[in-house]
Structure formats: C-alpha cells, structure tokens
C-alpha cells in the first residue's frame, strides 16, 4: 500500500463497505469483487440495481463486468495509460474539482504535465480500449457527484503496482472524489487479517500503527515499553529474506501461519532459499508444502481456538472469539510467550485482551480501542481516544499528510510480454471458492471444486486443439505446471488465466520474478507462458 | 434529517412513530410482538402468509400489518379474539400440509412455525388434505433441501434476490404445487446457485437447512459464539455453533455490522477445515528427513537454543520473521514484539501485501 500513503499519508480503504449501496457510481479497476469478497460484491450489484453506474476495468469478463454500464477490457498492465488518458479528457475539458485542488492538493503541475501527452487517440491503442469509452466514463466519473473507486489485486501485483495506485489516487484528487461519504480510493484487501498485520508492525519498517523504527523517538517509547534496545535499521522485506537465504546471509527463520511456497510468486525460488536456512520453524495448521522444509513445525489454533481481533478492509477492528479449546493443547500467542520466556524475555500477558491494551498504549491510531467498545459493531480506526467514535470516511479534512500529493505517472510495460517462444499471457486471481490456504482442507468446498480449471479463449483453444476437460502442460522460463483447461471468452484472445489455490497446480511456480521496486509485491499478473496438450495424468513440479 | 411523526394508538396506547413505518415495525418499537412468517425487516415486505393481521377500527376486514403503513389516529388491536382467530386458521392450513416430524427435524427449537403453532394453542390440523411428496434435495455439500416443509413464505426467494443479487429462485406451478424452485426446476448445484446459503439463513421452517448440522445435534444444545470471518478482508461476522467442544457450523448473526445475515459460501460453509483430520495436534522434530512428534517442552527447547545459536554466531539480522495476514492482531503483534526486542532484528513481514 506504499501508493496511497504517498499521496495521503495513509495506504488503508477510505471509505466504508456500507457506503456502497448508496453510491451513485462504483469504478472498479481490476477487483473482481464478487468472487474474491463476496459480500462486498453483493452490495456492489444491490447499488446497480439502485441505478448507480458500474464502470468495470478489466482483462477478464468477470460477473460484474458483464452487468456493467461500462466494461473497458484493456490489455493487461496498461491501467496506467488508461488512467492517464481519462485524466487527460477531465483536464481538457474543465471537469477536474479546481476548489479541491487549490485547497487540498499541491503539485497538480506535475500531473498535468504528464497527462498532457495521454491523448485518448494514443491511449486507445496502447490498451485496446475504445475512444469514446475514455471519454465516457472520464465524464461519468468528473460529473457524478457519490463515485466510489475501487481496486485489488489486478492493480497491485504488478511491476507497477505502486503507480497504479497512486495513478487511482490521483484520479480521485483530482475529481475532488475524496472525504465524503459514497467516495474514496477502496483498496479491497485480500486477506482477512492483511490490514490488521500491517497496522501491528509485522513489516520491517514500522511498529504498531506505521511509527518508523527508523524514528529515534518511536524507537525509544518502544524501548522503554519493552525494555530493551531495539534495532536501528529497518529490516528485511519478504523478497529480500528469500535472497538473504540464498546468499546465506539468513540463517534461520520462524513463519507463522504462511505458506510462501503455494502463494509467492516464483515459487522455485522461494523453495530453494528455505532449504538453505540452517534452521527453519513453520508454525501451521496442516503440513503445507512450506512445512515440509522445516526442522520444526509447531502445529497452530485457528481463528476457532483463540480470542483476539481482525481489522477488516474498511479499518474496523472486530472481536475474533474462542469457541473451543486450541487442538494442539495451546493457542499461538501462548506459544510465543512460552518461546520468549526460554529465551530469557518473559512475556507476562494472561490473554490476547492484555496484549491489545498493550498495543493499544504505544498506538496513537488505535488508542482509544478497547475490547469492551469492540463487543457490539467493533471499531474503523483512527481512533484516538476512548470517547472517539472511529473513523468511516478518512481524509474529510485534511490528508494524513496534510496536502495530497499529485504525481505525474509514466507507463511502465509489464516486466515479461509473451513472444514467440511463449506465446500466451498468464494471468492469476482468486476464485470464488477457495481462499490460500485453509478452503482445500474443507471437506465441502473441495469436493465441489476439486481442481483447477485455467481459462483459455476459444481461438487459442481451436489451435491448440484443446477442448474444455482437457490436460495440459503450462510452462514458463521458470517451471511448469499441469492444470484443466475450461474454454470460455470470459478471457480475451491470447491469455491463459488460472487461481492459485490449488497445490496440484501451483500457478506460482511459473510466474515471473519481477517485483515491484517499493513494495516487493510479486508480479502474479502478467508473464509469459506457453500451452501444451499432454495425454497422460502427471504430477506437477517446477524446474528444480 | 427531519422526520414527520404520527400518532396513533395501539392495543389501548397512545404512541408516536416515525411516519410511513408498517403497523407491525410500529407496535415492536411499543414492544408488541406481532407474530410473522413471510416479513423480515431486511427484505422487502410481501404479505403474502396473513399471520401478522390485525384489526384497524373502521375497516372492512383484518389487514396484514407488515405491508399496512401507520396512519394519523389509527386505532391498532394486535390480539384481538378476531385476530387470534384467523391466526391460527392461518396456522391451521399451514400444517394440514406439513409434515409434523419435529422429533427428528434438524430444525426443532429454532423454527418459526413450530413457535406460533407452540404459541396460538394449534396442535394439529382440522383440514384433511392432500400432502405433498418432494424428494428431499441432498445432492450438494451445503444444503438440504426438503420442499415438504415449505410454507411459501417466499423469503428464501427474497434473499437470494435483494442480498446475493443472484435470482436463482423464484415461486413456480400453482396452487397446491405451488414452491419456491430454480429456473427449470433444477437442484441447486445445476443452477446458478453460489452456495451462499443466504437463503437458509431465512428459511423459518426446516425447508432449508445446512447439511453440515445435519445429526449433529439439537438447536438448542448448541452454543453460539459470534466471531469474524477468516476467509476475506470484508469482515462478515456469524456465529459459529459449538457442541461437546466441537464447532458443529455457522449460522448468520443479525447483529454483524458489515454484512447483516448475508454470507458467502467460504464464510458460511468453509469453517470445517477447523476439525479436518489432516489437521497438525502436536510439534515435530526433523530427524533424518523425517518428522517425529515431540513434546512441546521439547519443541520449544529446541528451537529456544538453536535461535539463541545462531544470533550468538552471526548476529541478529541472520534471523529473521514471517508473520501471518490469516493470523490475529495480537498474534502479529506478538510475533513483531519477538522479532524486533527478543532477536533483535526489524526482519519481520507478512506474505500478502494485498
Ligand atoms: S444458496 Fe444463495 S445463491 Fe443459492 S439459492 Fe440460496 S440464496 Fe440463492
Ligand atoms: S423454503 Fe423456506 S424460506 Fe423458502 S419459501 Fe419455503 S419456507 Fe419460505
Ligand atoms: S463470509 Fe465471505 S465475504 Fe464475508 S468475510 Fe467471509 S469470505 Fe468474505
Ligand atoms: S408477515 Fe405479514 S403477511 Fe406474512
């Protein structure tokens, strides 16, 4: 989320999920929202229904691209070009917010000057986007006055995914789409808890609540709280522990309910640097394929078998509560504890409340939560104080960091195109029913969605000469895979599309180790792939 | 905002309310119960199954009160002798046609119409009539459908229309036959259901019911505990059920900010990986390439010393943390506490930056 908290200070959702039957307009910018959260994509279709205007940008029909007012099928990874060229038309015309822009921004300039050369004439052939559509829906978007925006996935895990973000942010800005209710820039988490992680510091850069560790007095508070000395410089991210291990710079490391393996891009790689580690500990719920590479696996509780919190999408920190005893005889935050204290740290917590109240002392944005004002509605951070009531819409005064910031983003081509030798662009997503790591260990989804079907355009299929049922071989320059083809147009000509759930085909063992330069996010979307009919049932596995 | 209020009485009380509310929502904020079948306040009203009538003086016949709005001076009985009447008449058709096999339907304790029946004194039915024979529906994971219990109060319908937007459903054949059906009259998993289970969470009678909970014990044995979602970012809550010590399934919860009642099928149906056998109970040790069970003193010893080892050896930032965006709050805090004061290094991070 390095994009947003670039412009405003703050990479979180803006505005809340019950805003959006009431919003006049959602734009949806490579979310395929009713699969990957299902709930918010219902709202999202009762606001159609309403007569709100649906604007869908993406590759892929998904179901919401098929009901909407506007489907802009652009090619993949030119979301900023697109973008471009419909601030290009809002410029030209006079549409922009100038009130907003003179009181709440500052170096418009920049953004002008970039955007002056996306013409929708050059635009339209970059994305394969038609003309009068980028005029449309840049007037559609400049004039409705309740417009939502909205993003995931497709927009993050590129090579750019940073200035895709920013490059979203700048369209809201500049629209003075911000502040109020039924508007904002609406990153769609993934992961249930992926918000919560970040706000609680698991990120090398930050403590609780995105204080810098490199922040001499945000280190010291934590240093008197913790009572110890606590390192200068930011540590490693995710990416850069894999190369660590490679090198042999990382010696051991602990991983805690993740499973890199299945769901990093480039897996091959990922595997190889866990098996150089001297000492690894997995702590999970099943044996994944990441645990097979520890020398310890410390079994977990799941959300079941503990008492503690998620912070959802919208920033609203909701209760998680203990239904039954932890299987494994302990639940893992008693398992850390335990750990700390053999390592000479005692760590006095009695329950997850304490290490709350705790967190919540040393964080300004959380320090009026307590697990008593959670009990009904839970609460949307910032929250500073006990008698604050949360925050639903962020930014209604003023930007986190005060002015937001416009700036002016180039297209960047995706890292890896198809050529002749691999012809297809793969691209990966979510799926209705599966969700990482814990959907295949349900009895009922697995037998409904046993396997993967990669989807394959008609054309492609017909000279290929595969056919919906069928097997084939997907390989990439860093592994290949097996997986069933389901032929739809659902998928444009020329793109393979698969999930990442399922371990038997293991989409991220062919995709490309390109990353992006801020947040190190893999790009899952777009790499080059070719497609081979295959007879026999095989096994999969990538080049070792 | 400005609202116009009205006055008028029910049951011999004065009260005032918010203009244009229905009589039934009325007389709940004047903490009368108006018995309902087909009106839920999260749908849209129908008055389709008459249960909810009451007298309005000065009209011709009883009106159904979920779709008659408060009106200046109106004058509300709720449980007048003539409406207890028609009451149970309506209770009394309902069930010549149901089959009363409460002592093994998975839905006894928590169904609407065994309530009323329970409540308005209707024991059996004084119509002798013809009884429908469905098949019972088990060709999915997630549920059972047993149209024999269907009282056509549409709600089902309603839900799968106003809160998933999918329409999978809608009322086919008339009279006698008449039943809440997919296009074509197809089971569900060859229709264009998601399996959200939406329509359950309405259902008041045992017509749907999730299979999950099928003989796993009574409603009323099971324990509800109102937690969140782990399977998205949206942040539904829903209780999941707990008997013997076992979550045995999850049913909705009004009271859930985000989401109301409705779920997805992760969120409604996914939670049994919790109790799936394959599930790790104990620590292993790698010996020889081979996983053997250990204790949890010895676990925790052992990797206590070897991360003591290597930090000794190579320092601090040879370490280094992967915390979970599946896992708690605390659990991340915890995780960046041990990371950051007890090995000493900022090398913590989660996998999905998404
Ligand atoms: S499970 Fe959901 S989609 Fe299927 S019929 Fe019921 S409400 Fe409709
Ligand atoms: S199946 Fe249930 S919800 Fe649907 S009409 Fe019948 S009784 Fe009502
Ligand atoms: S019920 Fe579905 S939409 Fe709601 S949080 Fe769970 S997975 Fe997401
Ligand atoms: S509840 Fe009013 S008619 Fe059914």
Known sequence: MAGLATTFGSGAMTNSINEIPDAEMLFLIGTNTTEAHPVIGYKMRRAKRKGAKLVVVDPRRTELAEIADYWLRLKPGTDIPLLNGIMHVIIREGLHDQDFIKERTENFEALEETVKNYTPESVSVLTGVPVNDIYAVARLYATTDKAMLFYTLGITEHVCGTDNVMSVANLAMLTGHLGRPGTGVNPIRGQNNVQGACDMGALPNVF????????????????????????????????????????GELKAMYILGENPVLTDPNSNHVRLGLENLEFLVVQELFLTETAEYADVILPAASFAETDGTFTSTERRVQRVRKAIEPLPGMANWQVIIELSKRMGYPMDYTSPEEVWTEMASLTPSLAGVSYHRLEAKGVQWPCPNSEHPGTPVLHTGSFTRGKGYFQGIDHIPPGELPDQEYPLLLSTGRILYHYNVTTPYSAGIQSMWPEEASELNPDDAARLGVETGDKVKVASRRGECVTNILVTDRVPPGMLWMSFHYKNSPANALTSAALDPVTKTGEYKVCAVKVEKIQEVGTCGGYM | MIMDFVKFTINGKEVEVQAGISIIDAAEQAGIDIPRLCYDKDLSPVGACRLCVVEVKGARSLVPSCVSPVTPGMVVETHSPAVIKARRKVLDLLISNHPL???????????????????????????????????????????????????????????????????????????????????????????????CGNCVSVCPTGALTERQMKHKGRRWEMKKVKTTCPFCGTGCNFDLNVKDGKVVGVTANRASAVNGRSLCVKGHFGWDFVHDERRLTTPLIKKDGEFLPASWDEALDLIATRFKGIKDQYGADAFAALSSARCTNEENYLVQKFTRAVMGTNSVDHCART
């Open chain 2, 101 to 195: 096999d409460c002592l093994t339907c998975e839905k006894a304790g928590d169904c609407k119409l065994a309530d009323y029946c329970y409540e308005y004194g209707v024991k059996e039915s004084s119509f002798e009539g013809e009884r429908h024979n469905y098949a019972i529906e088990e060709s999915n994971p997630f549920i059972v459908r047993d149209l024999n219990k269907c009282i056509q109060c549409g709600q089902c319908i309603r839900a799968c229309d106003e809160w998933t937007g999918i329409h999978n459903l809608n009322f086919a054949y008339r009279g006698f036959d008449n039943k809440p059906s997919t296009f074509d009259d197809l089971p569900y998993v060859e229709s264009e259901c998601v399996f």
């Open chain 1, 208 to 247: 609780s609540g995105y204080q810098k560790v490199i922040d001499p007095a945000a280190r010291e508070k934590f240093e008197k709280a913790w009572r110890v000395s606590l390192p200068e410089s930011p540590g490693l991210m995710i990416a850069d522990m894999i190369e660590k291990a490679h090198a």
